[in-house]
């Protein structure tokens, strides 16, 4: 029982590490959504959004607002100087207001109706937050782009290293083979010498692309935050052409545009509407709204106003035209970058379609010319055998082999990242 237990325990931990040393296509994607810096603006947007709707939404709190005041004037209202000898004749004497006069009030106002413009507010913040949205998510998207581009580019290399060595283990084994017929006579140095320097230019070959290698996958492990090692990156499974309409958060990103466009018209439309509200005074000073009173003391008072307020900015309407016209022509514009966009792509589909196709005619007969090459190498090398061709003609039917079997890999991997980039192109 406990074996079975260590068993099933190395089998798990054996998986775990060959998971671990493996990367895929979306493995990457996922790594480098989560470590690109761009991915920390979604939050930030969201934050801002919620203040701006905040802020929307406080129009409708009652504003209150506290004053307070301090004047002197050069003249106050005061009675006839017949009325004030009458009455200073029956012993009443009335100085009048003060010049020097005080203020301490409170006054309230509450929005009964803004013409629309919170709401309108509310609408350009939403609006707003969805084209910054959108914006991010064509970010993150050409960053997918860049990865595939780099990961496809490490599968190119890996297949030109791996098709170079096996060029390089041909060569040595032929060199073996002359190097024997050498020793027996057959064969003279140079037959070596040729295959020797074949095999070292083969190497500086190798080592070029290995260096390629190791630099994209540098710059892929800087996307996605870690270093690859000695991780292999997986080939992403053949998927077919993809049928349909465009999905690409570009067009997302125009409808944002557009929807914002539309917020700023109502913002515009508002301004020009009547307010309507309450409102409510007070105030404790000298003097009060009683003038009489105050005319015949200086004692400070508490005074109170209550009312409904209409107001209406007529100005607002000598620049709106101009201003619904300007929002419209923008929008036109956005629909003609949509436009081109939408061409470009098109454009775009189609040559990859046309590649695809190209890619998969070529593929069809690959293996064929691949079998024949390998065919007449063997042949060469059973010629060289018997003396009948020299090392010069084997090695070009080596480089027939080896070009047709590198010329295969290659279309393969490539048909893989056009079938891809079509996927990408259309987001599908």
């Known amino acids: 029982m406990k074996k079975r237990v260590v068993v099933l325990c190395l089998g798990l931990w054996c998986g775990l590490v060959g998971a671990q040393a493996q990367l895929t296509l979306d493995d990457c994607r996922q790594m480098a959504r989560e470590h690109y810096p761009e991915i920390r603006q979604y939050d930030l947007i969201r934050q801002t959004e919620s203040y701006n709707l905040s802020n929307a939404a406080r129009a409708w709190i009652p504003q209150v607002a506290l004053s307070a005041q301090a004047t002197w004037q050069t003249d106050v ?6 009325l004030t000898g009458m009455l200073a004749r029956q012993g009443l004497e009335i100085p009048g207001l003060q010049k020097d006069q005080y203020k301490v009030g409170l006054e309230l106002n509450q929005t009964i109706w803004d013409g629309g413009k919170s709401a309108a507010d509310r609408g350009m913040a939403r609006a707003e937050a969805a084209e910054q949205r959108s914006t991010a998510d064509v970010e993150m998207y050409t960053l997918e782009g860049r990865i595939d581009e780099l990961y496809f580019g490490i599968l190119l290399l890996d297949e030109r290293i791996a098709q170079t060595r096996l060029t390089q283990d041909l060569l040595r084994s032929n060199l073996a083979k002359v190097e024997a017929l050498q020793r027996n006579g057959v064969a003279m140095q140079s037959d070596a010498d ?55 958060p570009e067009l997302s990103l125009f409808a944002a545009r557009i929807d914002r466009l539309a917020a700023q018209e109502r913002l515009v439309k508002s301004a020009s509407m009547p307010r309507l509200g309450l409102f409510a005074q007070g105030y404790y000073g000298y003097p009060g709204f009683d003038f009489m009173q105050g005319m015949m003391n200086d004692n400070w008072s508490w005074n109170a106003l209550l009312g409904v307020k209409l107001s209406w ?20 514009q956005v629909e003609v970058q949509r436009d081109i966009f939408l061409f470009n792509t098109q454009l775009q589909s189609t040559q990859e379609n046309g590649n695809v196709a190209r890619l998969r005619r070529a593929l069809a007969d690959d293996d064929r010319i691949v079998a024949l090459r390998r065919s007449v190498r063997e042949a060469a090398e059973s010629k060289l055998r018997n003396g009948v061709i020299d090392t010069h003609d084997l090695l070009l039917k080596i480089t027939d082999e080896a070009n047709a079997s590198m010329a295969r890999s290659m279309r393969e991997i490539e048909l893989l990242k056009t079938l891809y980039e079509l996927k990408h192109t259309i987001n599908r």
Do not use: H
């Open 77 to 82: 209202p005061t009675f006839p100087d017949v």
């Open 313 to 332: 900015n007529f100005g607002a309407y000598y620049t709106q035209k101009n201003n619904l016209d300007k929002l419209r022509n923008s929008r036109l």
């Open 194 to 248: 040729v295959l020797e320097a074949e095999l070292l230019t083969v190497g500086q070959q190798l080592g070029q692309f290995e260096a390629s290698r190791e630099s994209y996958r540098n710059m892929l492990g800087l996307f996605i935050g870690e270093a690859l090692g000695d991780r292999t990156l997986l080939r992403p499974a053949v998927v077919e052409p993809p049928m349909g309409g465009n999905e690409r």
